[in-house]
């Protein structure tokens, strides 16, 4: 289905005025064939009155194809069941009378911007099909859709749950109208659908021996340290998706990421024992290196003179101080050191 955009019909205030002119001149035509009738009678003034009185019963037709649109919303137009295209630029617009707007999508509610759930007001007859109309534009702003949180296994096998939000405009309301049944369910469905497929690939934390870019070789890509790879990847998987249904997926981002419940407090004592024997990988290899430059210094100055024993029984001493979790508390020795 190829789009085409209706760039002729802005004369709307035009065709309005004339057909207001119209209507008020068969009312006028009416009342005055009444008149005549009545003085003169007369086939020509009766054929006048019928004439005038049936356009006054039906003039209103006219007037459904008056079409207004504001800035960044469109019209798709059916005659009869064919497409005759799309009203996409604002302005006062006039098109044939029986012409229908379509939009599948009008009554879909989403969790995203610019779905506003219009309430229960109820319409007065003379609002109706302006009502109608309004509802069956399509918005070519950009949406946010804030995806659900949903729970999946990891390339490790661990269930984590993660949601995203994806920044997404219509740019081919044609495609969007006819080649899906409802756009809005449909980029839903493939924001989920994208989203199982980007996850299982990538471990929650870096893990060893695992290939998340299909090279062949384990790199160091993960969903918590490779956030916007993974973003850019699930943008680009939705994008194959919806480009049937004439959507442009703009942005993806990464709005939550956990461990589902389940498993968070045994993946949390897991990098809590992590993070601690990293801090104390770190703390030895400082006091180590403390210790070489205790011992360098002392035989540079001369300070005391020791032997293998006592330089053991010092290293142990200084090791403990600095490794220690709590402040030494010194021990004074008033006697001899031997």
Request: neutral net charge.
């Amino acid at each position: 289905m190829q789009e085409k955009i209706l760039k002729n019909k802005k004369n709307g205030m035009a065709m309005l005025i004339l057909w207001v002119l119209v209507y008020a001149a068969a009312l006028a035509g009416t009342i005055f064939s009444a008149i005549m009738v009545d003085n003169e009678g007369g086939a020509g003034f009766i054929a006048l009155m019928v004439i005038c009185i049936i356009w006054l019963a039906v003039g209103w037709l006219p007037f459904l194809g008056l079409k207004i649109l504001k800035p960044q919303e469109a019209l798709v137009l059916t005659l009869f069941g064919k497409y005759v295209g799309t009203l996409k630029e604002e302005g006062f617009y006039y098109v044939n009378p029986f012409c229908s707007a379509v939009n599948p999508a009008a009554k879909t509610r989403l969790n995203q911007s610019g779905d506003v759930n219009p309430g229960t007001a109820v319409l007065q007859a003379g609002h109706a099909a302006a009502a109608e109309t309004s509802g069956k534009k399509i918005s070519l702003k950009i949406m946010t859709l804030n995806n659900n949180r949903q729970k999946i296994n990891d390339c490790l096998g661990n269930p984590v749950e993660i949601g995203i939000a994806v920044m997404w405009r219509v740019v081919d309301t044609a495609k969007a109208v006819f080649s899906v049944d409802n756009y809005k369910e449909y980029l839903s469905l493939q924001c989920d659908s994208a989203l199982r497929n980007i996850v299982r690939i990538y471990p929650y934390d870096t893990a060893p021996d695992v290939d998340t870019t299909g090279d062949g070789i384990a790199d160091e890509g993960s969903l918590r340290g490779s956030s916007e790879v993974v973003a850019a990847r699930i943008r680009d998987e939705i994008q194959q998706k919806v480009a049937g249904a004439g959507l442009e997926i703009l942005e993806a981002r990464i709005t939550y990421l956990a461990y589902a419940p389940e498993i968070a407090a045994v993946m949390l004592q897991r990098q809590q024992a992590s993070a601690i024997i990293d801090a104390r990988k770190m703390i030895v290899d400082g006091a180590v290196g403390m210790v070489e430059l205790a011992l360098e210094r002392l035989n540079e100055k001369n300070v005391v003179t020791l032997d293998e024993e006592r330089k053991a029984a010092m290293v142990s001493n200084l090791l403990v101080v600095l490794c220690g979790n709590h402040d030494a508390q010194p021990v004074v020795n008033s006697g001899s050191l031997y």
